[in-house]
């Protein structure tokens, strides 16, 4: 009897290393919380943890919204077969949209089952249909699954639907504590779009991103950042992340504009960072997809990183 009263603690423990040290996730209609983690346990039992490094593929991909003005070449159902052949060909674990109506999200996930997405409308906050743009992101079910989420507005109110300092609309990040089934390993995933003309709140939101990632991330897991940052990678914005940009780390990589206007424009502006992780390799999308040169007016960006 005192054996066994011995073991009982240390299997406690045994079992508690295997965890992420975080809360699992809520359920996908509960309303997003920043602060508030669900308590509910995973569904799943948690896989050993191995010592082995793993890869994670990321695209960030602004999808451009169904606007009622885009006809011909640059309308949403003429691009999504494009869309398709993308994501086929690239096989991301991980798709950070910017832009993307609930609606667009729904047909990329009937079109690919293995795929599920959280995100909510910035507009009000609720994941449904309706014409509100989100930052959803879209996932390998096979591979990851969630134990944490939620939304954040960028904002002095980031908890509430709300537009923060010179902003012209409400803007939001999407983040998601992911486990890798087979390793066991966790990770971060952040996805957001900043402002595309006010200055102080591409600046003020890059500070509470990086306040939240440092408040939520306290085991130094791995963290990834995508996004469509309305500005380029050496503005003080970005520097603001204080992470690490795959595009300049990566070995294999590129410096190619992503934000073309279907042929108008040549920035640099949507981008992947990480932290606590290594950078593999990086690559501008930039098709042709089912025939399209342009399955979108921002090109999709890739990223590879190495998690320990």
């Known amino acids: 009897m005192k054996s066994l009263l011995k073991i009982i603690p240390l299997l406690a423990v045994a079992l508690f290393a ?19 983690p669900s308590t509910q346990e995973p569904e799943n039992p948690t896989p050993p943890v191995t010592t082995e490094p793993i890869e994670v593929k990321v695209v960030s991909f602004n999808v451009r919204y169904p606007a009622d003005s885009d006809t011909g070449e640059q309308a949403w159902d003429f691009r999504f077969p494009g869309i398709c052949a993308m994501i086929e060909e690239v096989a991301p674990d991980i798709i950070g949209t910017q832009e993307c109506y609930p609606s667009q999200r729904e047909e990329i996930l009937a079109a690919f089952p293995k795929y599920k997405a959280y995100g909510v409308r910035r507009s009000d906050g609720i994941d449904a249909i309706g014409k509100s743009e989100t930052t959803s992101i879209i996932y390998d079910e096979e591979r990851l699954e969630i134990v944490d989420k939620g939304t954040f507005w960028l904002s002095e109110t980031p908890d509430v639907p709300s537009t923060g300092w010179d902003a012209t609309i409400k803007r939001t990040t999407t983040w998601i504590l992911f486990k890798e089934k087979e390793s066991g390993k966790c990770f971060y995933h952040y996805n957001t779009h900043l402002d595309h003309a006010g200055v102080e709140a591409q600046k003020q939101g890059a500070k509470l991103i990086r306040m939240k990632m440092t408040a939520q991330n306290t085991d130094k897991l791995p ?19 204080e992470m690490n940009s795959v595009r300049a780390d990566a070995p294999k990589t590129d410096k190619y504009p992503t934000c073309h206007g279907y042929g108008s424009k040549t920035q640099q502006i949507d981008h992947i960072f990480y932290e606590n992780c290594t950078a593999v390799e990086f690559k501008t999308l930039r098709g042709p997809w089912a025939g399209l040169t342009y399955i979108s007016d921002h090109h999709p960006v890739m990223a590879v990183v190495k998690m320990k």
């Open 18 to 36: 295997f965890s992420c040290g975080e809360k699992p996730d809520a359920t996908d209609d509960s309303p997003p919380q920043s602060q508030n």
């Open 223 to 241: 963290v990834i950042l995508s996004g469509d940052m309305n500005v380029s990678q050496g503005s003080e914005a970005c520097k603001n992340f």
